[in-house]
């Protein structure tokens, strides 16, 4: 396949309106909660909706009208996007600061074009014509930016990018966001003069997730105060699972926390304590090429150290990038900020597969006959033990090492009290299962995953900030290489994301990068579910081989190819 080519016509800014209605709380600065504050590293949320054109679709250049009209009009609603991430050398503090002035607060918005043709792009997987279709936002110094987005027009459709950074939100933060948006501009789309929306008005406010006895916490004795809840850091690589209404219950990707308490917020965020274990301090020094190797980091990682990482300018295109009009890039030679990072990405193969609702069914079917509870699993703990079973069987793990499933659970409904639902931040629990390579290598290893998933979930769900004191020891426990990471949800509604010129021929996340990763969305069709898989090259063919086969090959589908996931 020849190499993809991707022209930038321009370079925009969609700012907060200036001199609006007053924004809601916790207005212009934003203070991190812990549980954003572990993804202000890691790599942004990258998203592509691929879309193919009507006959009666209106030019190009009458999409981006829509699409920049469409992004103002919600953006009010979702004004820390509009921010940067920064750092406080005075406070230690981790915020979103939207900063005064008019035009100061915006989101970056690239037009771009190209020359390709859309229905290849559906019907193929090129992972280098996937990651030009996005922006890829900085992350490895602060400021930075929370949100860019970009539309490019193909022969025959369009593409919309969007890439957010996960310590503003969570996957079923993002999603709302998304279904806002498209839902506005299909609005603008008609000639509607207000934004198409009837949901709850988005939350931002992190004192939803405070939680009462900080002070004890702060202190670095590790006591938990008596009667309260504590904190529950989450894994910061892992995307978790959505809140679906009809399957169980709730469980998506970032990090929880305990119950609100009576007295104010009235200090910085307690974040200057909370010491990483050494492997998540190893995971997020790897995206930090500017940091590794430095001795201020080896033992802990806290905001006091943070502003060292430096203050350079926003890495959003500058009056001079926009000029250029063209951007070439080849295969596997995308400008690699992290030469290491996008090394170890070149060594992963990444496909997505579409199981048909009559597959998930059969596979629900068949493992809960296995286990023979009585009750039928959820469609995420069914693909969740698929996805493990079948990663760990390609990776060739038959000894009896321990192999772990991760993967993180929206906590907004077991909180004390309950979290809003509208509530854009990190708001998840990370849940951990376990089992040998030779039992899930055995004849009843999906069953014992499935069990093994459910007990997880259950655990979370009686008390989703109870294992926080193990949290640590849990996640330094696993070796390097033992992990498969379970993110996404079959519940979050990728196809449905319609901006007014019909639903997306094919959706894609461009942002995995972890061998033996597997990320869930609910498919183009009812009760399909679509998940994506990130695994060393040389064992993709054993994967996918191992993944339809045991779903029936007829009906697992693939269609070429990182918080979450209603348990």
Known sequence: MPPTMVRRRKTSAIALPAGGAPLPEPGRRVPLSPFDAYWVTLPPVRRVFLYRSPPSLMPFTNVVAALRSSLERVLPAFHPFAGVLTSSPDSQELSIV????????????????????????????????????APDIRRDELPAPVMAAQVTEFVGGVAVGVAVHHSAADGRGLWRFLEMWSATAA???????????????????RRLVRFDGDDDLASGDGRRPTGRPEVHPAAPFVAGPWEGAREAATIPGSIAMGSIGARPRDRAPLLCKLELPPPLLSF?????????GSSLYQGSFSTYLLP????????????????????????????????????RERCLSRRTFTFAASAVQRLKQRLAAA????????????????????????????DDALVFAVFLADCRAYMSPPVPGAYVGN???????????????????????????????????????????????KFAAIPPGRA????????????????????????????????????????????????????????????RGMFELECDRASAMPVSESEYVKL
């Open 98 to 133: 939207l900063p005064d002035g008019e035009g100061a607060c915006s989101i970056t918005l690239i037009e771009a074009e190209t020359d390709l043709e859309l229905d290849r792009l559906v019907e193929e997987y090129d992972e280098e014509a996937l990651r030009q279709l």
């Open 187 to 205: 609005g603008v789309m008609e000639g509607q003069s207000w934004p198409v929306w009837a949901g709850q008005q988005p939350l931002h406010d």
């Open 284 to 292: 997020i020094l790897g995206r930090l090429p500017h940091a590794s």
């Open 308 to 343: 060292q990482l430096g203050q350079p300018a926003v890495d959003a295109p500058s009056a001079t990038a926009a000029s250029q009009s063209v951007i070439e890039v080849e295969s596997e030679k995308v400008a690699p900020k992290q030469d290491a990072a996008r090394e």
């Open 371 to 398: 286990v023979n509870t009585g009750m039928p699993p959820s469609t995420f703990a069914a693909m969740a033990a698929h996805g493990w079973v079948s990663i760990a069987r390609a990776r060739g793990f038959t």
């Open 427 to 473: 708001c998840l629990a990370l849940c951990t299962a376990s089992l040998s390579g030779s039992q899930l290598a055995g004849p009843d290893g999906p069953s014992t995953a499935l069990l093994a998933i459910q007990e997880a979930v259950a655990e979370v769900k009686r008390d989703p900030l109870g294992d926080r004191v193990r949290w640590c020891t």
């Open 484 to 543: 498969v990471i379970l993110a996404g949800s079959p519940w979050f509604p990728a196809y449905g994301v319609d901006f007014g010129f019909g639903r997306p021929a094919r959706v894609e996340l461009a942002s995995m990068n972890h061998d033996g990763e597997m990320v869930l969305v609910a498919g183009g069709e009812r009760g399909s579910v679509q998940a994506s898989v990130a695994i060393a090259a040389d064992k993709m063919t054993v994967f």
